[in-house]
């Protein structure tokens, strides 16, 4: 299977910030990357697909760049409903298409 | 509207079988693969395996295979996910979801059930 890490696995941000979360593949996967967005207790949402093209109705705040083995969400301003955790996903696979590990954003 | 909808929480005992559904509505069932992503408690996504209701195609993660079977009903345009004989290990919430686009398997979920919540506990 081909591996996700993400970096950080936390982190603490306020109201504003720039906030990046970055997704290291460990083989290359072109542009076969998606990014969810999970709140508690709720099913996750796609934010992102084929790692930059932002999904229909997702704020433009959001943005995905990368390709091969590095792979960044940004949000650009920080807001009170974007405290959440966000995985990456990995499309490129012939066998799963495995998840990171999440990365939880939390109020600081 | 475009949905899936998911069977309630069940309460297992190790040993016991489970199959929980994930019925589609509001778009062609048979032209698009159903997906199954678990969750433990706590913890992270995992990708299951999926299905063509189409033609009964399915993929499984090689973490998976032999440990669960997925099926479909496309009279009904159910999806289901079967246990033959559970363990406590099996206790998470389980999503179904459909990819965005009809022809891909290998494809993001844009589409995602409410989750079905399975505890398995003597």
């Known amino acids: 299977d081909i591996q996700l890490t993400q970096s950080p696995s936390f982190l603490s941000a306020s109201v504003g910030d720039r906030v990046t979360i970055t997704c290291r593949a460990s083989?290359?996967?072109?542009?076969?990357l998606a990014w969810y967005q999970q709140k508690p207790g709720k099913a996750p949402k796609l934010l992102i697909y084929a790692a930059s093209t932002l999904q229909s109705g997702v704020p433009s705040r959001f943005s995905g760049s990368g390709s091969g083995t590095e792979f960044t969400l940004t949000i650009s301003s920080l807001q009170p409903e974007d405290f959440a955790t966000y995985y990456c996903?990995?499309?490129?696979?012939?066998?799963?298409?495995?998840f990171g590990g999440g990365t939880k954003v939390e109020i600081k | 509207e475009v949905q899936l909808v998911q069977s309630g929480a069940e309460v297992k005992k190790p040993g016991e079988s489970l199959k929980i559904s994930c019925k589609g509505s509001?778009?062609?069932?048979?032209?698009?693969?159903i997906g199954w992503v678990r969750q433990m408690p706590g913890k992270g996504l995992e990708w299951m395996g999926i299905?063509?209701?189409?033609?009964?195609?399915?993929r499984y993660s090689p973490s998976f295979q032999g440990q669960v079977t997925i099926s479909a009903d496309k009279s009904i345009s159910t999806a289901y996910l079967q246990w033959s004989s559970l363990k406590a290990s099996d206790t998470a919430m389980y999503y179904c979801a459909r990819p965005l686009r009809y022809f891909d398997w290998s494809d993001a979920f844009d589409i995602w059930g409410q989750g079905t919540m399975v505890t398995v506990s003597s």
């Open positions: 996903q990995q499309l490129n696979s012939y066998q799963a298409l495995t």
């Open positions: 083989q290359g996967i072109s542009s076969y």
């Open positions: 299905i063509y209701p189409g033609d009964s195609d399915t």
């Open positions: 509001g778009y062609s069932f048979t032209s698009y693969w």
